[in-house]
């Protein structure tokens, strides 16, 4: 009966496992960096839209090691895989800061709100770019 709806929605079981997977270490690291974004703009004095890209980094590096193992289980990666998921990690962080910086100072939000649709913006461009890199 399970088996039957997840494949209904997904071309396989292991695929529906892998969106699981990478579910449970984006929504991990999400708290992780959602929390550094307080603590660095609340305790450490920092404007959002700086302390929103180091938060970002240290998330990001967690979840590299995290996606490598434990989502998409490609632990040896050449050389040009590791440049391309360096390189669509800082468009993340681009697409991170660019989404930040219109909600916080032209809509006018609340930088931890901002950082919820901002997040959610990235994780899509996450699971497709770092699926198609740790994958091909």
């Not at 490609?74 to 669509?88: G, I, K, M, N």
């Not at 993340?92 to 959610?120: C, E, H, P, R």
Request: net charge positive.
């Amino acid at each position: 009966m399970i088996k039957k709806l997840i494949l209904k929605y997904f071309p396989s079981e292991e695929r529906f496992w892998e969106v699981f997977r990478f579910l449970l270490v984006g929504g991990g690291c999400f708290v992780l960096e959602y929390v550094l974004l307080y603590t660095l703009t609340e305790y450490g004095g920092l404007p959002p839209l700086y302390s929103a890209p180091i938060a970002f980094t240290v998330s990001l590096i967690l979840n590299y090691f995290l996606c490598v193992s434990f989502v998409f289980h490609a632990e040896h990666q050449s050389r040009s895989q590791v440049v391309l998921f360096v390189v669509t990690s800082l468009m993340g962080l681009g697409i991170n800061q660019v989404t930040m910086w219109i909600f916080i100072d032209l809509v006018g939000i609340w930088y931890m709100f901002a950082k919820v649709i901002a997040s959610a913006v990235v994780m899509i461009w996450n699971y497709f770019t770092k699926r198609f890199i740790l994958h091909h």
